[in-house]
């Protein structure tokens, strides 16, 4: 299967991620408003990681947003399923149950857990040289967790070798 992830952290507290799979696109429109979305995903991930068979994180647009949710595939447990799940409530009137209660994915696909550690990783790694431009870095200075991401690609790194 052809699944590709490409992640663009934009200026002035916005990033766009793009993923594809099974021939369609799914676009997200991220707000780093409410939270850190690049911190969510990289906090999943390392549950992922670390052994969890489950993780899920939330990134927000305004309103609404995407939960995206990662099951470890329990017949085969170097592959999970990861689901994204649309909601409209408000960031202030959610909880988790109520994101993904009744709803149905709005893209799902499998994918070798080893993978989609790989290509979030390259995202963020990408992301993190081209902070080292000023003229890039100018208006999303503040927007690119360096020490989270240092942990995480010290986690990845030995995961992935």
Not at 27 to 37: C, G, L, R
Not at 96 to 124: C, D, H, P, S
């Amino acid at each position: 299967m052809n699944i590709n992830i490409s992640y663009f952290l934009e200026e002035q507290g916005w990033s766009y991620c793009w993923l594809y799979a099974n021939r369609d696109w799914y676009k997200v429109v991220i707000t780093h408003s409410f939270n850190d979305p690049i911190i969510e995903c990289i906090d999943a991930l390392i549950e992922l990681m670390r052994g969890d068979k489950t993780s899920s994180f939330n990134w927000h647009g305004e309103p609404g947003g995407v939960r995206i949710i990662i099951d470890e595939i329990s017949t085969q447990q170097n592959y999970v399923w990861l689901k994204v799940v649309e909601f409209n409530e408000d960031y202030l009137f959610h909880t988790k149950e109520l994101i993904t209660q009744n709803k149905e994915a709005v893209m799902e696909f499998q994918i070798a857990k080893i993978q989609l550690v790989r290509m979030f990783y390259y995202e963020f790694k990408k992301i993190s040289e081209l902070m080292k431009d000023k003229y890039f870095a100018l208006n999303r200075k503040h927007e690119f967790p360096f020490k989270h991401f240092l942990e995480f690609e010290t986690i990845a790194l030995e995961y992935m070798n």
